[in-house]
């Protein structure tokens, strides 16, 4: 009996959350986390994320500069 089979994008968002408040990581360390944890290839994952969690790492990775930022509006 695999986890993996019986996970799915809302599981998979439940344990990125807490991963990422008791560890008080990224979100792009905690899928990275989870992905060693339940032996699933960083290159499938794409199927567990939905789409909150996938905003909350764009938003990490550009704030990184790992993606361009997005247009904004200049708030002050």
Known sequence: MHERKFLTKSKFGKLVEEVVMSHKSSYMDAVIH???THDIEVE???KFISPIIQSKI???AMALNFLP???SLPID
Do not use: I, P
Request: include cysteine; hydrophobic fraction near 25%; proline fraction near 0%.
């Open 44 to 46: 499938e994952v794409r």
């Open 58 to 60: 764009e938003a990490e």
């Open 69 to 71: 930022r997005q247009n």
């Open 34 to 36: 989870l992905c060693d």
